[in-house]
Every structure is written in C-alpha cells, then in structure tokens.
C-alpha cells in the first residue's frame, strides 16, 4: 500500500463528526438565504439601470458643460420623439390634418409633454412634428403610447415612424429588456448542456448552476444597494455583462474544484475531508485567477467615461461573489452529499493511479504532452506563426465610432424613421446641435457658426418664441421672417451673459460625418470662448473619450496582471512568457474578429470595444495559465521543468479545456441581446477564449516552458538546478490528477 493510500486510510485527524456536517450546512443555509434574498433584486436592477450616454461623460467634456446649461435655456429637460410620415407623390390636406390631431393629443402621453408645429418637406412628400417629452417621463413607454396613437389617427396608407433621441432611447430599453430573461436562461441553458456531458451526472450540474446562481444573487444584491446609494452606475450594457461573467467565472472555479474533489474521493477519503482537502488544492490558483481578474477590472476605474469606470467595481463585486461561493458553498455542497453528486459515474474508492507521462501515459494529454516534449521550439514557432498570421486582421479593425441608429441590430422604427428624414429634411432636423456662446460675441460666433461646412441652418433658443427658437443670419440677426406675427415680441433668451445658438447639421446627427462638423465647429467657435454640445457632440466627446481610455488602461492593466503573476510564480520571466502569449492571442482574436465583423457587415466598431474585449481576455485569459502553470511549478519543484510540464498538462488539461468552452458559451450567449457592442464583444472574448484555453495553454506555453527549462523560474532557486528525482510530497492529496 502507497503512502498516500495509508494516510487516507488512517482514521482523519481533525473536528468532531458533528463539526464535520454541521460547518457545511450551516454555510448551505446562509449561502440559500443570500440566493433567495439577492433573487427578488433582480428586477430592482433593471430600476437603477440608466441608458443616458451624456451622465457617463466626466463634467469636464465640453459636451457637458453645454448640456448642464440647455435646460436652462429651452426651460425643460425633454428628450424630442419626432414623428415623420412620408407619402409618395405628395402628402394630402387629410394627412396634414391628422398630424395635426395628433399634436393636440401629445399632453395626454404624459405630464408636461408638448408638440411643435407640423414641419412639411419641401418636396411636399413629408412632415415632421416634434414631440417634447418631459425628462422626469420613461421615454419607452411615452414613444409606445405615440405609436399607438399613430397608428390610430394616422390615416393606414400613410408611413409613419417615431425617431430621434427619444426613439433610440426606446430601442436600446427594448433590446435590453431580455437580460434579465432570455439572456440568463439561455446562458445557464448551454452551462447545463456542456457540464452533463463533461461530468455525465445529472446531479452535479445542479449542484454547479445552483452555487453560480447563488454567485450572481449575491453579486446583484450587492451592486443594487450600491447604485441605489450613488457609489456605482449600472447600465444595460454592465448589466449584461455581470451576468455573463459571474456564471462564466463561478462555473470555471467550481470545475478546478471539483476535479480535485473527486480525485480525493478516488482516494478513498471521506467526503467532509474530501472536500476540505480539495479546496486546501485550489484555494491558490483560485484566489490568484480572482485576484488577477479583479486587479485587471479594478483598472477600468481609471476611465474618464462613467460606463466604462462603473463596469469597474460592479463586475469586481461580482468576481469576488463567483469565488466566494466556489470555495465555500460548493465544498459545502459536496461535504453533504458526498460521491452521490457523481452519481451514476461515482470516483471509486481506491482506484489505481493514472501514467501521466511517457510510453505509457494515455489519453489526448498525455499525447499532446509527447507531441510538445519531441518538439518544443517547433510547436511553440509554429503557433506563433498563426498567431500572428491571425493579427494581420488588425488592419480592418474600424474601431472609431458607431452611428447611435446603427447601436440596436433588427428592425428599428427608429431607425428607418431617420433614414425617412434623411431623405426629405437635412440630416440634423430635430436633434440640433448647441452652441453655449458669450452673449457679447454674438456676430462673431453666429459667422462662425454659418461659415463651418456641413452646417444647415441657425437659429438663438428662445423661451418667447412659439416654436422654442429664432432663426438667425449669419451675422447672428433674427431674420425677417421671424421678426413679425407671432414671433414679434419673442427676444433670444440670455442667461449670465451667455446665448445658445441651435444649429441644424446637413448629415444625421447620429452620422460619423456630424461628428466631424461638430469637430469643425469647435475649431471655429473656440477662440470667442464658446463650447459645442448637443447629442453628437456627445457621441464625438464618448468616442473619444473612449479611445483615450485605451491608451491609458491598456498598459496599466499588463502591469497589474504582470505584478500579480510575478508574486504567483515567485518568477520574473515566467511572468512575461504568459502574459506574451496572452495578448499575442488577444491580437489573433480581434483580427480574426474584425474579418468576421466585415463578413457579417458589422464593419465599425465603438471605440471601448477593443478595451472591453483586452481587459476580459487578458484577464480571463491568464486565468487558464495561472491554472496549468501553479500545478507546473507544483510538479516543477519534484519532478523537474520539463517532466513538471508535462505531468501539469496532463492533470489539469481535461478541466481548463472545459472551463474554457463554458466560458465561451456564456459570453456567445450575449449574441441574443441585439445590441451591436454586446455582438462584438460576445465574438472576440468567446474566440479568444477559445483560443486561449485549446492552443496558447494547450501547446504554446508548455512548449515554451519545455525549450526555456528551469530559467523560466528565473530568479528562484528553482531556475538554478537541473531535473531531481521524484520526492514525497507534503501533501499525498496533491499527487492525484486532476481529470
């Protein structure tokens, strides 16, 4: 009989029996308590989601100073719906007339809601009419109600839509009104489906969904009463995300777990202590991978844009609550209900150890493990190779902004209303862009203003005038047609020696093309101290933010992780090795993302996609090597590098293979949220974790570390001696693979 074989059958040092069940199950009933508590917030986080772009832009973006002040301005805080109907050959008097009987009827949509005058085209094939909502009003619902009420007064030969912001705004709240439903159905959905054909069990599945869920229970009480108190900021987007990370991450630290659970079952230890020696195996690896994870998310915060920053902490609490339940929880779990959790394929007491190397190791590890030991530096040349054959796709990446219209996939009535304006009015009809100006530099700016490419129409805001606005020359006089009949008493409203000029564009307010009139106009007013804002001035002003915060977090987040690898390992230049392989692989992902963007005709991209996408892969990436390199090092320091790379494969290639292809499947799962950022996103983490898990650990990094030896250690001792023979270990319970 082994050493290892005697300890596990000698009676167990350690607490009481009594101790043994009741420790457990007193951790399952707080655990079940905080699942059941944390359930009902599920709906109260969708309450403190907000989807307003403009409240994420620090209060030192130009856009935001300006947007500060137009409520000031135009007397209100509306977000404008603007209906357009279209009829080919000419609109007709009835046409008008129901667009006038729906105007009348705007103050029954909500408290404070208002309607302008109907706009015909020139071209008498199309009107508009705009519809002031009241800030305080939910936009989805109000542009519901108006559709409704189109459709009933509108005549049904007459097309119709309801755009602008307001629009848009609806859309984004109905393409994330899934997250809380299908996307977390379908995502636990493919978890399931992947971990009863990893584990053949119908009960351990359960036992994992049921502690991941817990996880994400937890993580949403906590982020609630955060954002209820105005510490973090949740929007659709974050919220998505948390869901996905936290079931991906918990799912992953449960399949480490339990592959040393059952290997301590095998060795015939009773399941309390089964459990407890498992978590003492994982407890390392697992608190390093958070660790790395959370540091790598925490960086995030850095970022000027409040959405990006808020992702920050929300996903951390949730990493922190994913292993939590992982190392506390499911162990507890498995305490209770023993090797009835693999039932029907239960570890067998006692069973013969497995060859992990050489001739007479079998299975695909232990082939792969040949395949790299023959030849290191030629596996590891080969997939550097395609790797970087795979980053060639960089050079078609557009990641530098996506019109607003283009945010929500599927039809959108918002969408094809725009396009209708588009082809009657000038592009900004409706959302115009502001101009806050020194009222003393009046002339100056308005020839500014009027002498920039791209700009349609100008006009100073003004409360007296029925139609919120005066339009001005280019020498910033109201013009004489707005000087007579209802406008004749109406002045430009100053406030603190200041105007606001609205400005009509000629391209689409949304359009990549406004943003750069808006760049154009910020050029020209700059010097008589006059600032740009209005809804393309903050898509420019998030775009560009966004962009810079790459610049910024990108770095800061490889020497976070860099750090956190080196007090890991206790090595400098192990550290570099995988965190080269890393982004190396995060290069290959996003190139062959941005081909398949192209393929799928998604060619742009917004700008934070390229962060997101590095902080999850890096991060979530090194994870898979943090996982095989500790129990390297592990073997490392008995067996030698080059046999301890082999025998780390082979143990922990089953689990990180799986745990790769669960976390790919929960973040595909984001695919069913039509929202285009949350597509991307979802295609470069799921390939690249892919691609991480099966090749940059599977080949890449033991081939490295079979050609480098013991100097990838370096500077520990270890990097200074050659191969010893096998030793006792000081643990029996860490010799036994984890499948």
């Given amino acids: 009989m082994s050493a290892s074989s005697r300890r596990a059958a000698a009676p167990a040092s350690g607490p009481p029996a009594l101790l043994r069940i009741l420790v457990p199950s007193l951790l399952v009933l707080v655990w079940i308590g905080v699942f059941g508590i944390g359930g009902m917030s599920f709906g109260r986080i969708s309450d403190v989601a907000t989807e307003d772009r403009a409240g994420f832009l620090p209060a030192s973006a130009e856009s935001t100073r300006v947007q500060d002040r137009i409520s000031e301005f135009t007397g209100s805080e509306a977000i404008p719906a603007i209906v357009v109907v279209e009829r080919s050959g000419g609109l007709t008097e009835d046409d008008l007339a129901a667009l006038d009987a729906l105007a009348a009827s705007a103050p029954d949509l909500a408290d404070g809601a208002t309607a302008s005058p109907v706009i015909p085209a020139e071209d008498g094939e199309a009107a508009q009419l705009v519809i002031a909502i009241p800030g305080d009003a939910d936009a989805g619902e109000v542009v519901t109600l108006l559709e409704e009420d189109a459709d009933a007064t509108l005549p049904a030969d007459l097309d119709s839509w309801v755009s602008g912001p307001a629009g848009f705004t609806a859309d984004l709240q109905a393409a994330f009104a899934g997250i809380d439903g299908i996307l977390l159905l379908v995502a636990l959905a493919v978890v399931l489906v992947i971990l009863v054909v990893v584990y053949r069990s119908p009960v351990l599945p359960l036992l994992v969904l049921l502690s991941s869920m817990t996880a ?32 991906g991450a918990a799912t992953d630290y449960s399949l480490l777990y339990i592959a040393r659970c059952r290997d301590q079952l095998r060795e015939d230890v009773a399941p309390a202590r089964a459990a407890w020696l498992a978590l003492r195996g994982v407890l390392e690896p697992i ?22 920053a808020a992702l920050g902490p929300v996903a951390a609490v949730g990493i922190v609550c994913a292993m939590l339940t992982s190392l506390t ?76 219209s283009e945010f929500v996939l599927g039809a959108s009535q918002a969408r094809d209303g725009q396009a209708a304006l588009d082809r009657h009015f000038p592009g900004g009809s409706g959302t115009p862009t502001y101009v806050l100006a020194p009222a003393d530099q009046r002339a100056e700016v308005a020839a500014a203003v009027a002498g920039t490419d791209g ?40 406030i603190d020696g200041q105007l606001l000029f609205s400005v009509t564009l000629e391209d689409p307010a949304d359009s990549l093309e406004a943003e750069q009139t808006v760049r154009a106009l910020r050029e020209a007013t700059g010097p008589f101290d006059a600032a740009v804002g209005g809804s393309t001035a903050v898509d420019l002003d998030t775009n560009e933010t966004s962009a810079h915060d790459r610049t910024l977090i990108i770095p800061l987040v490889l020497v976070a992780i860099t750090i956190m690898l080196a007090l890991l390992l206790r090595s400098l230049l192990a ?15 996003l190139g062959v993302s941005a081909v398949i963007f192209r393929l799928i005709d998604q060619p742009r991209s917004d700008p934070s996609v390229p962060l997101y996408a590095f902080v999850f892969l890096v991060a979530l990436g090194i994870d898979y090597n943090i996982f095989l390199m500790t129990r390297v090092r592990e073997e490392a320091l008995v067996h030698g590098t080059r046999e301890g790379t082999l025998r780390g ?41 892919l691609m991480d898990a099966l090749v940059v650990r599977t080949f890449l990094v033991p081939a490295l570390a079979v050609a480098i030896g013991d100097r990838i250690w370096w500077p520990a001792a270890i990097s200074r001696r050659g191969p010893t023979a096998p030793a006792p270990r000081k643990d029996a319970s860490d010799a036994a693979p984890a499948r």
């Fill in 329 to 404: 929880f499911l162990p507890a779990m498995l305490a209770l209900v023993g090797r009835a959790a693999f039932w029907p394929r239960a570890p067998r007491r006692g069973s013969a150890p497995v060859a992990l190397t050489g001739a007479d190791a079998t299975g695909p590890w232990a082939r792969v493990g040949r395949l790299v030991a023959a030849a290191p530096k030629r596996v590891a040349a080969t997939v550097v190779v395609l790797l970087v054959a795979g980053c060639g796709g960089l050079t078609l990446l557009q990641a530098d902004g996506v019109p607003q």
């Fill in 575 to 589: 550290p570099l090795v995988l965190l080269a392989t890393t982004v190396l692989s995060f290069g290959t992902a």
């Fill in 649 to 689: 494969l082979s143990i922990t290639g089953g689990v990180i293979t799986s745990a790769g292809v669960v976390l790919a499947a929960t973040f595909a799962a984001l695919l069913v949220i039509p929202i285009q950022f949350l597509l991307q996103l979802a295609i470069i983490v799921a390939l690249g974790v």
């Fill in 455 to 494: 700009v349609e129409g100008l006009a100073l805001v003004s409360q007296d005038s029925p139609s919120g606005s005066l339009p001005v020359d280019a020498s910033g006089e109201v013009a004489a047609e707005a000087s007579a009949g209802p406008f004749a008493d109406a002045r430009p409203t100053e």
């Fill in 216 to 247: 994400l229970c937890a993580a949403i009480l906590v982020n609630v009463s955060l954002a209820q108190a105005g510490l973090v900021t949740i929007n659709g987007q974050v919220q998505g995300i948390l869901f996905i990370l936290v079931i």
């Fill in 287 to 308: 608190l390093a991978s958070g660790g790395t994870v959370i540091v790598g998310l925490l960086c995030l915060m850095l970022s000027d844009l409040g959405s990006t």
